[in-house]
């Protein structure tokens, strides 16, 4: 079994910072694409950042310019830095990551729990 657990969630003014992580576990062989995604009550759930295997990265439009993801292949990790948040980055922020099992085995895409993260004075 895979497991992607998130960290680093929490209360914070606006203007402020917070760093999230996320680490896989369990049977991996290898990690493709890694990602956050976040979502509020009511809505879809939204890319936020996603990161290739190369350190190739994409970002939202409403994110460009404040976070910024990374990931440490050796750690089976990736963070989210979050500057200069906003009250509308609050939302429940996932990690997602495409994880081979084995060698010979296709890709599995697997989600975490959630971590909230909430901007607010």
């Known amino acids: 079994q895979v497991q992607l657990v998130e960290s680093g969630g929490g209360l914070v003014q606006p203007g402020g910072s917070l760093r999230l992580s996320c680490v896989a576990s369990?049977?991996?062989?290898?990690?493709?694409?890694m990602g956050w995604y976040r979502q509020t009550p009511g809505k879809q759930r939204e890319l936020v950042a996603r990161i290739a295997p190369s350190t190739t990265t994409a970002y939202a439009d409403s994110v460009k310019g404040r976070f910024t993801i990374s990931r440490d292949d050796a750690k089976n990790t990736i963070y989210l830095q979050m500057n200069s948040l906003k009250p509308e980055d609050t939302a429940v922020y996932y990690c997602?990551?495409?994880?081979?099992?084995?060698?010979?085995?296709?890709?599995?895409?697997?989600w975490g729990q959630g971590t909230q993260v909430t901007v607010s004075s």
């Open positions: 369990g049977r991996i062989f290898s990690i493709n694409n």
């Open positions: 997602n990551a495409d994880v081979q099992k084995y060698s010979f085995s296709a890709y599995t895409n697997y």
